[in-house]
């Protein structure tokens, strides 16, 4: 698969060269990442006429991201919010001789070797987001490869700036995005089935739609609340 890169004015578009028929363009959050998925046979002139063309929409589109609401940086300090599958606790740091995250009711407890340093308190609260992600997202995979009638995928956890999740199709490798640990259950279970559905269709195409319906019906409720969650 080839991969170029188109500049329109002040949009830049990500191209991908495929084995497909029709152009597909699709605009990704969390922060308006644009991409066009062309045939082969199309030279990047032509993709770039086409492009042209939708200009005006993959603004629109890109403002509704970046006019979306930003969570607040943290601190990692004591009495201070955040967020874990969608529910809201208040974080309460304590000096210990071993890092580690506890929850008890609203609040996530945070046992830390130096409570002063933002540093170490982030990664301590991100490698608790990383397994628990992990468990769930491995849950998820493994009921709908069930109902699939596919292998369990491997998976990876890692920052990502501007996708939710992606599918290497090629190796079938599944990626998603550590900030999905904040967000909602359904959410994060509507971005499995998501990118388990492109291991059997690559495109988003009437028929990726069509089985999107069929294993999750409600993820297009679920994309929207996604996206209009703060980032």
């Given amino acids: 698969m080839k ?22 363009l699709s605009i990704h959050p969390p922060y308006g990442h644009v991409t066009i998925s062309s045939p082969e046979i199309y030279d990047l002139e032509k993709v770039k006429i ?3 063309t939708k200009l005006g929409w993959i603004k629109k589109e890109q403002k509704k991201f970046l006019t979306q ?8 300090i004591t009495q201070e919010s955040h967020f874990f599958f969608g529910n809201r606790y208040l974080l309460k740091l ?4 071993r890092n580690k995250v506890e929850l008890k009711g609203k609040k996530l407890f945070l046992y830390t070797k130096d409570p002063d ?16 992600l992990r468990s769930k997202i491995a849950e998820y995979t493994a009921r709908y490869s069930y ?8 998976f990876k956890i890692r920052t990502m700036k501007t996708k939710w999740g ?7 490798r599944l990626w998603f995005n550590i900030e999905l640990a904040k967000k909602p259950l359904e959410c994060l279970e509507y971005i499995v089935v998501h990118e388990m559905v492109h291991l ?6 009437k028929r990726f739609v069509l089985l999107m319906d069929q294993y999750y019906p409600n993820w297009q409720l679920q994309k929207k609340v996604l996206n209009e969650l703060p980032l």
């Avoid at 170029?4 to 029709?22: A, H, T, W, Y």
């Fill in 3 to 24: 991969t170029e890169l188109l500049q329109i004015g002040s949009v830049e578009i990500e191209v991908k060269f495929k084995p497909i028929k029709n152009l597909h």
């Fill in 50 to 52: 086409y492009a042209a």
């Fill in 69 to 76: 609401d930003r969570e607040e940086p943290r601190d990692f």
């Fill in 94 to 97: 304590i000096p210990a001789t």
């Fill in 117 to 132: 340093n933002a540093s170490l308190n982030r990664k301590t609260l991100y490698a608790f987001y990383r397994r628990e």
């Fill in 147 to 154: 109902q699939m009638e596919l292998n369990i995928p491997e």
């Fill in 166 to 172: 992606s599918c290497a199709t090629d190796s079938g």
């Fill in 200 to 205: 059997m269709e690559r495109n988003h195409n």
